[in-house]
């Protein structure tokens, strides 16, 4: 009886987990999508999923001329988490602050939840990535539990 209800309570406790996704699409034809989270790298374009929030992720298709934190590249930034309280939820943009610059058309969309919400930036003068810390108007937020995160390159 006790090992049923174990087994009960940890099925429980598994569907309700936390759970995010990163999915690259690269459409063009050349480059490496490549995520790093806490530091390291955790995909090089293949799906990434935590068991729990995705916090500092940065996000950039490495063409060989982008540095380890994407530096002289477009890069995304998100952190996917689940809401506690209203305005905690996941935020994601697109930064060319410097060291970073415009790289390929890069573009991100939340799914799984607040789908249709995000951002493509399509050349270096997009007013849809921060150019300069304080457009924080670019940040595209998602206040539901468990929300996905597609990055696409060169759509």
Do not use: W
């Not at 309700?16 to 490549?34: K, L, S």
């Not at 003068?125 to 696409?152: K, M």
Request: proline residues 4%; hydrophobic residues 35%; glycine residues 14%.
């Amino acid at each position: 009886m006790f090992k049923t209800l174990l087994l009960l309570v940890a099925a429980v406790v598994a569907v309700n987990a936390e759970q995010h996704t990163v999915h690259f699409d690269n459409r063009c034809g050349f480059g490496t999508p490549t995520l790093i989270v806490g530091g390291r790298v955790v995909s090089t374009g293949g799906d990434f999923t935590a068991g729990g929030s995705i916090s500092g992720a940065i996000a950039y298709l490495q063409t060989g001329a982008c540095g380890f934190n994407g530096e002289g590249c477009t890069m995304v930034e998100t952190t996917l988490r689940n809401p506690t309280s209203p305005g905690s939820g996941s935020s994601t943009d697109i930064t060319l602050i410097p060291p970073h610059s415009f790289s390929v058309t890069t573009g991100f969309g939340y799914f799984n939840g607040c789908d249709g919400v995000g951002q493509d930036c399509t050349n270096g003068g997009c007013n849809t990535a921060f150019h300069q810390p304080s457009d924080t108007f670019v940040q595209r937020a998602c206040q539901v539990n468990n929300v996905n995160l597609a990055i696409t390159f060169c759509d």
